[in-house]
């Protein structure tokens, strides 16, 4: 979690923000994008992930209706008819509220947690 506290603003509030037990918002855009797939659709997408190149894997979120993909790669491959790129662009979504590994906040949970910088994100 460390590389995500260090793209905010405050890292030391990101992390206080977790230690509440809280969602924090990490920004995107820069380094990675996010996926946001349906729930159906996303938790398939993270089975198939997960049995193929789970070493690979991202961080993934996932909600009651949606589960989101952090990608440091361009998704061009990704986007279809129910997908939608995060990538900072939009105003009103340059944030994702993540919360702390292990714990479950504002109805947020990791399907798969941030383990390590991965490449090619410089950290």
Known sequence: MRWFSRRTADPAATWATWARGEAAPIPVGTGFV???LPGDLGAD????????VAELLG??????STVEVFLPIAP????GPDAELID??????RTIKCPPVGREAE??????PPRR??????C
């Open 76 to 79: 061009a491959l990704w986007l």
């Open 117 to 122: 910088c991965p490449t090619p994100i410089r």
């Open 88 to 93: 900072g662009r939009n105003a009103s979504e």
């Open 107 to 112: 109805r947020r949970r990791w399907l798969s």
């Open 59 to 64: 961080p993934v979120l996932a909600n009651h």
């Open 45 to 52: 997408v993270f089975t198939d992930l997960s049995s193929a």
């Open 34 to 36: 996010v996926v946001r």
